[in-house]
Every structure is written in C-alpha cells, then in structure tokens.
C-alpha cells in the first residue's frame, strides 16, 4: 500500500504559446481567474487536500510567479512551504516532474497541471486522495465532456476505460494528443484532466524513458502508457466542472461560469 502524497508537484515552465494571442505579456499560469491567477487554484487544491509542500516548476522567464508568491508572504500566511525548481529547456512537463525527484525521494506525489481548473474550487484532489487511500493505486482525474465544453478543451486526454465502480474506472488505453479541440467519440465520454496522484516510482519510469525520446516534448504519455501496462492505473470522473483555460475558448468559458456565479467551493 502506498502512502498518502506529501508533495505537490506543478508544472509550470510551459510556453503556452496558444494564450499569447489573449495576453502576451504574463504566463497563462497568472491570467486572472475571478479574483486571483489561475496557478492560485492548483496550489489551492493541495492545501485542500492537506499537502503542505508545494513545488512549482517554471522557466526564468516566468519568475513572475514566483514573485507573487514571495511578494505576499504566501507560504507564512498558509503555513505551507513552495518550492521553485527551474526547467532549463522547454523539454515537455515529464522532465519537468523529474526535477522534483529528490525533493519527493520515495513519497507518493499528487501532480497538477495548473491550466486545468476545478470547480467548485478547491475539491478536485480531495476527492481524488480519498479515492486513492480506497484503491491504493496511481490514479488520474476524469472530466466528462459535452457539447458546451468541447470546444474549449484542447485534443487531448483521451483514454478508453472500463467500468470498476461507481465513478471509479480501469484505465486501458491513452491516446496522443491531437490537433483542433476535443471531438466526442460518443455522448458523455470521459477524458483525463490533468490531476493526478502516482507512487516514488513515476520518477523511474521517467528515467527509463528518456533515452527513447528522441526529438520533441518529453511528454506524460509514454509514462502513463507504461505504468498503465506493468502496474495498471484508475481513473475517477471528478463530480464538478473543469475547464482548460490552457486555450482562448476555454478560458473564455472558465471566465464566463464564474461570472455567473459558479465558484464557492462545496
């Protein structure tokens, strides 16, 4: 059985080059979000489900989001502490994840991306750390997709699953990401949502997966594929709403359902 995480790792060094038409001035990590930027929710989220130690990977480009932190006393006034790690090159968000492992060691680690927001917020991981105290096994968050929010989703996090339990699935397949925004395969299908919780082991998979990437983005997909064929994965279809604000539709309709009111957490 594994331990309950103790860390929070958010990836954060991204280009987030599909935002720069919105404000090409500050990462989309800091584009407001109601009354605070969105990175806010992710580390919101592990103070929710009572972890305490954040790590937040950025590039020096985006020390802005550091300074926010700083600048607030954030981690005095919340009694938690933030860790910033710096991705030298932009060489996708696994290699990002394996800079914290010698901050993690061999602790159960949650991970979120923070382009992906939860609502009512904070909630999401909560609910995803009782699911995996139940299960024992490294899970992933599940967002149903419909007409409404389609377009504001980005091509990806598709998967095929099983049913195990209420809510509760056998992961059996990831896909890659795809081009354009999310086209439902059929109604009410669910896709992965960028949070999840994974034992120490993830970071050796990391390692025996780097070599094999040869040009491009070291992405989450070739380690969630082998975890998913030699340890197996769960997946829980979040109760709430979540919105990709990593797109313009999507933050436009994020923007939107806050307006009217949609936000309190439960």
Do not use: W
Not at 14 to 35: D, S
Not at 121 to 147: C, H, Q, T
Not at 183 to 188: N, P, Q, V
Not at 240 to 256: A, E, R, T
Request: neutral net charge; hydrophobic residues 40%; charged residues 25%.
């Amino acid at each position: 059985m594994m331990d309950e995480p103790l860390y929070l790792v958010i990836p954060a060094a991204g280009f987030g080059k599909r935002m720069k038409a919105v404000n090409a001035e500050i990462p989309k990590e800091m584009f407001p979000v109601g009354n605070k930027p969105a990175i806010l929710y992710a580390v919101e989220e592990g103070l929710s489900a009572g972890i305490n130690n954040i790590i937040i990977v950025i590039n020096r480009q985006k020390e802005m989001i550091r300074k926010y932190f700083e600048d607030r006393n954030f981690m005095a006034k919340r009694g938690c502490s933030i860790t910033f790690l710096y991705q030298s090159e932009p060489l996708g968000e696994s290699d990002a994840i394996s800079l914290a492992e010698d901050i993690v060691v061999n602790h159960t680690v949650a991970i979120i991306y923070p382009d992906n927001i939860y609502f009512p917020a904070p909630g999401a991981l909560k609910i995803l750390k009782d699911v995996f105290r139940r299960y024992g096994k490294d899970i992933v968050a599940l967002m149903e997709v419909n007409d409404e929010n389609s377009r504001g989703i980005s091509n990806s996090g598709r998967v095929d699953l099983s049913l195990l339990d209420d809510d509760i699935f056998h992961v059996k397949k990831f896909y890659p990401k795809g081009n354009g925004h999310f086209i439902m395969r059929f109604k009410g299908e669910l896709r992965t949502c960028g949070i999840t919780i994974s034992g120490p082991h993830i970071f050796e998979y990391i390692k025996r997966l780097r070599g094999s990437i040869k040009e491009g983005e070291f992405t989450d997909l070739p380690i969630r594929s082998l975890m998913l064929e030699e340890k197996g994965l769960i997946g829980f279809h979040l109760p709430g709403k979540v919105f990709d604000i990593g797109n313009p539709v999507g933050y436009d309709l994020c923007i939107s359902y806050i307006k009217k009111g949609h936000f309190m957490a439960m």
